[in-house]
């Protein structure tokens, strides 16, 4: 027995030894090979959706830049119409100053004609840059100036406001009360 265990504790068995030794991976399971096969079928039939979804994308991104540029091109056409009307009204507003500069000065005060004539010229100025600007120009400064300045924005914008509420305010019929001083109504 000590013979036999001598070659047990020297050793593996031989033929151990003399078979090769398997390097190759162990068989796959069929599961997961399943699982695999079924992981790819699932990638090439989403491939198509995928790129689907990516194109309705594109063209709805495309749309919405169409309609944001439509919509710019109507405001500043807008902008552009309602500065030339009012770059119109504020030349006239010009010539009258103009003409109140004239009687300031057949009437001997030349000082306050001078001063009329120079706000005369400034009114026109400013009614000629309205009537000759582009929309997109307008909204481009309004943009610029509000940037630079935005607390006297803000007061412009609180002061057009507050104008547009006295507008409405005065332009409604005195008969009409305001709507929360409406009478109740009694059941």
Known sequence: MSEQRLKVESGPPQHMID???DTSPPPADDGASAAQGAKEQVQQAAAPAKEKAQ???GQ?????????EQAKSQAA???DERSTQIGQQI???????DSVAGALREQGKDGQAQAAEKAAEKVKQAGEYLEQADGEKLVETAANVAR???AAAAAVGAAAGFAA????????????PPAGDAPEVKP
């Open 165 to 176: 509420g006295r507008v409405i305010k005065a332009s409604r019929p005195d008969d009409d």
């Open 91 to 97: 030349g006239g507003q010009g010539e009258a100053l």
């Open 55 to 57: 194109e309705v994308a």
């Open 148 to 150: 630079e300045n935005p």
């Open 60 to 68: 709805a991104k495309e749309h919405a830049q169409a309609a944001a």
């Open 19 to 21: 078979e090769p030794a």
């Open 77 to 79: 056409a807008q902008v």
